[in-house]
């Protein structure tokens, strides 16, 4: 293919100013697309309110930021304005695209042909996740938009199953581009000393630990069933471990925490909050495994950064995880405690599962880089730049 100029749009809005799976995809993707785009004499335009490009100011580098006004940080306003206007801005400066890196949340009606980018419908999945006006917007705004879009992205398999089923397109509308995991950052190994024993300050203790990376969000990330099953397994005289999470309070700190004192484990928790970015590959090598029990995930990515370290991985059989992690994971029920507890059990003390993680997990990750998921979408928005008239498909 003879790759063109292309000056794509990207906005910012919906995408947890990096907070979050969603906000990690975009520090990933941005940058290594922005340095495509620019090699061969195109421009990525980074579209966000004030705060929105502060978030990304450091993997902004390559691209040009539009500001849009301050009052667009409410969601609603932002979710409105994305329909109504963005289409026509990115026009207005040339695009000859736009990439909607959340598309789940935010969709554009017209201008420019778009590659639209859906993470999850996990709302679809767990009662009570989002505020309750969210729910028809997804069931009834964002199927409507898709079908419009030049192209649609799913970051998974269940991703693009569930456009399938609820959203009304068919499966060969639906390209499957996966995340990435940066193999750079997280291989095996150990940490530099220093920030172990930094690590390891934080926390408090000394001894092995359970992590699990996930912001503090009840009912979908379900670390209270992770408590549970965390107690079972001590009872059990299985776990001789501390659980870690980190991640920011999404209202959920209190009930973890009145919750983990009923169990009587609270002194084996600890809780670091949101960690500095360079804290969270150390503490996947850390880690004797990675806990993954989310009741729905999109993708998972924080499982395929534990197999890229070497580290096994405990995960809910539900969602995109049981294809993130292969055969390599050891899955469980998220709604059973009894299963979890087994689940974690095996993560920790299973000499086969233990080095098929050690041994294969590293490879199977690196088959999935964020370079190539850039690449991915590059091709798909040149493919609908130079037809915009016509919808890609598989």
């Not at 199953?161 to 995340?179: C, E, I, K, Q």
């Amino acid at each position: 293919m003879t790759h063109s100029p292309l000056r794509v749009a990207v906005p910012l809005g919906g995408t947890d100013r990096g907070r979050s799976g969603l906000g990690t995809w975009v520090q990933a993707v941005l940058p290594r697309l922005a340095r495509r785009l620019r090699a061969r004499g195109g421009e990525l335009l980074a579209i966000g309110t004030p705060r929105d490009l502060d978030a990304y100011a450091a993997v902004l580098g390559e691209a040009r930021p539009e500001t849009l006004p301050a009052a667009l940080d409410r969601a609603g306003a932002s979710a409105g304005w994305h329909l109504a206007a963005l289409g026509r801005l990115a026009r207005r400066r040339g695009a000859d695209a736009v990439l909607l890196p959340a598309a789940n949340r935010r969709l554009s009606l017209g201008g420019p042909p778009t590659l639209a980018v859906v993470h999850d419908l996990a709302e679809l999945h767990v009662r009570g996740k989002y505020h309750a006006l969210r729910t028809p917007y997804v069931e009834h705004v964002v199927p409507r938009a898709l079908r419009r879009a030049a192209a649609v992205v799913a970051v998974s398999g269940a991703t693009r199953d569930d456009l399938v089923r609820h959203a009304g397109l068919a499966a060969t509308a639906v390209r499957v581009v996966p995340n990435g995991v940066d193999v750079e950052r997280f291989r095996p190994g150990r940490a530099p000393a220093a920030l172990r024993a930094e690590l390891r300050q934080a926390l408090g203790f000394r001894g092995p630990f359970v992590y699990y990376p996930a912001r503090l969000e009840l009912p979908g990330k379900n670390h209270l069933r992770l408590l549970e099953a965390f107690a079972r397994a001590a009872r059990a005289g299985a776990l001789p471990h501390h659980l870690v999470l980190t991640g920011s309070d999404w209202g959920a700190w209190a009930r973890i925490d009145a919750r983990a004192r009923e169990l009587g484990v609270r002194e084996r928790l600890a809780w670091l909050g949101r960690v500095d970015a360079a804290w969270v590959p150390a503490l996947v090598q850390e880690a004797d495994a990675i806990a993954m029990p989310g009741l729905f995930e999109g993708f998972g990515l924080p499982a395929l950064e534990g197999l890229a370290c070497g580290t096994p991985v405990a995960c809910s059989d539900t969602g995109a995880l049981p294809e993130v992690v292969g055969e390599l994971g050891v899955r469980f029920d998220p709604r059973s405690p009894e299963d979890m507890a087994r689940a974690l059990a095996t993560a920790l003390t299973h000499p086969v599962v233990r080095r098929r993680a050690a041994e294969e997990g590293p490879a199977w990750a690196a088959r999935r880089s964020w370079c190539r998921t850039a690449a991915r979408l590059d091709a798909l928005l040149e493919e609908i730049a130079v037809a915009p008239g016509k919808a890609v498909a598989a």
